[in-house]
């Protein structure tokens, strides 16, 4: 198969992000940013509160002027390109509601052609097929003639990406675009993105602080860490096994588990207790065990959990000392925990 | 291959809608040039009005000199006031701002105030009172604050704030002429009380050669910009990544609405909520957040709206003409009142 060579969206150089207030110090954020994205590609920025990541995204939307280094996208610096020229280039969903009730979703995802057309805003063909494309690509074609106010959070969020796309630049980026949403809607954001990535050949960044979100869809993570200077990038997993996940958000009383790809709270010395058993119930037994402060083991303990478990169903029995009882539910598994001590 | 698509770009019915409002406009237009203190038949003045004799010659006089020019100046007026209110409410995303939200009235009655009351302070200066006078000190006024708040649009990034300067200067504004009324005379105090009742009556045809050029500018700009204003629906950062320049698009914008709020006071003094509520009241009819069709309807809506309280403000089969002010505020209010409680989404759709 030949691929073509990969075209790259964005580049920065050297980039230092952070304040310059009039007659203050400078306030860096972040020194020395190198960073690289291809069209195809989708990248999830993350990092703790206060770390910079809103500095960032404005920088690289061109909102905010870096303090020193460079920004290009396709090949042309975003800070000396006209205001129309670079959201040609750039289009953004940002957090911010949106309170223009009377809009319709076809009116909205129009609105994204804003810098291609002229005084009037009168459209095209070919702009009335780009905004068709893009409702399409986001499935938001049945609600055109919706009012924005009758949408629900999920709907409104695949509306204002249908106005990005339709924007039609190489980079779209979003300021946390899964707030708000349930699980399901969660994924399937996630999902249309990374299809948006691929099929549209967009660059597309995403801030967020969903950490399995990101694990699944990103094919790159950007990190930034609380002290300057930290910032680590690279395929998602690799920063996991190489520990620059938890450092990234490393805070005392909390530590990230590889294999479950969670940060969980760490075990203060609670009562041990020796689980046994797999599978599914096995785990969850375990999570259960854990919130309620019990120190869980493989070796030899005085209490000694085992999880029995088929399809439809599972069962527990505990073993402390010579008794032994069983129980069917974590809820009377975890009175009966409670009773032992 | 073309994505087969249900969408449609055509605008639905919408050319009906404003065709229905043109009418409606030349009907009140017509009786507003028939009621008053003398009726005059509609045929008559149809008659009049290109050119011919009427059977009574001082209708001629009563058309042409007095109700015409009036009934003109309400068209203007209201066009114009509704129009400014639509841009201030669409640039600062607040459904409660009205033309006069940057203190452009305010300027203009601190204006008329010095004229009709510091004549009595300062010891019978200007006793000259005509309304010629009041216009052009209303213009002064008003053309002092709209470049101060120009000034200052030009170095701040955020609206709001510019809002709460707006506001401010509509309270130093105020208190000057509070000042200036604890210190003068009641027959001049009366006086400008007098002014801020609003009145259609007083232009002149000359006057009239100046009001509507102003109108006429501040209405064609206006129409200028609705694809920024489109754009400000989303707010100024969505409008700023999709390519709007802020600061020249929002100058442009307090441009035409202080033209069109601040020529119209001079003239015919505050007339207040015509601003306010015909945005309003053309949204709940019109739903549409588009200003290429919303400006042209709420144009519409606001003439309509005022030659319809010219109308109610001279009392049926009587002398008495009540101020114009009370009057938009008296048949809106309730208008608008009944239209939110109906509708309530107001607070969304605006």
Redesign the interface.
């Known amino acids: 198969m030949n691929t073509p060579a990969p075209h790259i969206a964005l580049n920065a150089k050297k980039l230092t992000i952070g304040y310059q207030s009039k007659g203050r110090r400078q306030q860096v954020v972040q020194e020395n940013l190198e960073l690289q994205l291809c069209r195809g590609e989708l990248v999830c920025l993350m990092g703790p509160n206060g770390a910079g990541k809103s500095t960032l995204l404005r920088t690289l939307?061109g909102?905010q002027a870096p303090l020193a280094g460079e920004v290009t996208v396709g090949g042309k610096s975003i800070y000396t390109l006209s205001?129309?020229?670079?959201?040609?280039h750039?289009?953004?969903v940002?957090t911010?509601t949106?309170?223009?009730?009377?809009?319709?979703v076809?009116?909205?995802v129009a609105?994204?052609r804003?810098?291609h057309?002229g005084?009037?805003?009168s459209?095209s063909r070919t702009d009335?097929?780009v905004v068709?494309?893009a409702?399409?690509d986001l499935e938001v074609?049945p609600l055109?003639n919706r009012?924005l106010?009758e949408l629900s959070d999920g709907q409104r969020q695949k509306a204002l990406i249908a106005r990005a796309l339709a924007?039609d630049g190489q980079l779209i980026i979003l300021d946390e675009p899964t707030a708000h949403l349930d699980l399901i809607n969660r994924l399937h954001i996630m999902r249309l993105l990374r299809q948006l990535a691929v099929l549209r050949n967009k660059a597309i960044i995403v801030a967020t602080h969903e950490l399995d979100l990101a694990l699944q869809s990103a094919d790159k993570l950007w990190l930034l860490h609380k002290e300057q200077g930290g910032f680590t990038e690279g395929t998602p997993e690799d920063l996991v096994l190489n520990g620059s996940l938890a450092a990234a958000f490393s805070r005392s009383g909390y530590h990230f588990d590889p294999y479950s790809g969670q940060f969980v709270e760490e075990q203060e010395a609670g009562v041990p207790v020796q689980l046994t058993g797999d599978g599914a119930a096995f785990l969850w037994t375990k999570k259960a065990l854990r919130r309620k402060g019990y120190k869980v083991v493989s070796a030899d303990a005085e209490i000694r959990v085992t999880v029995k478990s088929n399809p439809s169903a599972s069962l527990w029995v505990i073993s402390s000392g010579n008794i032994s009882t069983t129980v069917y539910s974590v809820e009377e598994l975890l009175r009966e925990l409670e009773k032992l001590q | 291959m073309?994505?087969q698509?249900?969408?449609s770009?055509k605008t639905k019915n919408q050319a009906a809608n404003l065709l229905l409002l043109v009418l409606l406009l030349l009907m009140l237009f017509l009786a507003d040039l028939s009621l008053g203190s003398v009726s005059v038949p509609p045929a008559q003045i149809i008659k009049i009005l290109f050119g011919g004799a009427s059977e009574k010659p001082a209708w001629e006089q009563i058309i042409l000199q007095f109700r015409l020019p009036k009934a003109i100046t309400a068209l203007a007026a209201g066009s114009a006031l509704a129009c400014s209110g639509l841009q201030m409410q669409t640039l600062f995303?607040n459904p409660l701002a009205g033309p006069f939200v940057l203190g452009i009235s305010s300027g203009a009655s601190l204006g008329v105030a010095l004229v009709v009351m510091a004549g009595s302070v300062a010891g019978g200066l200007f006793t000259l009172n005509s309304h010629a006078l009041t216009v052009l000190a209303a213009t002064a006024g008003s053309m002092l604050v709209l470049l101060l708040v120009v000034g200052v649009s030009a170095r701040i990034r955020d609206s709001m704030t510019l809002l709460i300067i707006g506001l401010m200067f509509g309270s130093l504004a105020g208190a000057l002429v509070s000042i200036l009324q604890f210190f003068s005379q009641a027959e001049q105090v009366q006086a400008y009380l007098i002014w801020t009742f609003g009145s259609l009556a007083g232009t002149t045809w000359q006057e009239l050669a100046m009001l509507l050029p102003v109108c006429g500018a501040g209405l064609l700009l206006s129409l200028?910009l609705?694809?920024p204003l489109?754009?400000l629906?989303?707010?100024d950062?969505?409008a700023?990544?999709?390519?709007?320049?802020l600061k020249k698009v929002r100058f442009l914008i307090i441009i035409s609405a202080s033209l069109l709020a601040g020529g119209v006071t001079a003239f015919c003094g505050p007339i207040a909520f015509v601003g306010l509520a015909v945005p309003h009241l053309t949204?709940l009819l019109i739903?549409?957040?588009?200003h290429?069709r919303l400006l042209p309807s709420v144009m519409l809506g606001g003439a309509i709206l005022m030659l319809l309280c010219d109308i109610l403000s001279q009392l049926p089969g009587t002398e008495k003409v009540l101020p114009i002010n009370a009057v938009t505020s008296l048949l809106g209010a309730p208008v608008v009142i009944w239209l939110i409680v109906r509708r309530r989404?107001i607070s969304?759709?605006?």
């Not at chain 1, 949106?98 to 319709?104: D, E, K, L, Q, V």
């Not at chain 2, 700023?240 to 320049?245: D, F, I, K, T």
């Not at chain 2, 739903?287 to 588009?290: K, L, Q």
Request: proline share 7%.
């Open positions: 939307a909102v205001q129309s020229e670079r959201a040609k750039i289009s953004l940002l911010e949106i309170n223009a009730g009377n809009m319709t076809q009116e909205l609105l994204g804003y810098p057309t005084w009037g805003g459209l009335e097929q068709e494309q409702m399409e074609i055109a009012l106010f924007q | 073309p994505a698509t249900p969408i770009w995303r200028f609705a694809k489109n754009a629906l989303l707010g950062r969505y700023e990544s999709m390519g709007v320049p949204r739903p549409t957040a588009d290429r989404n969304k759709s605006f």
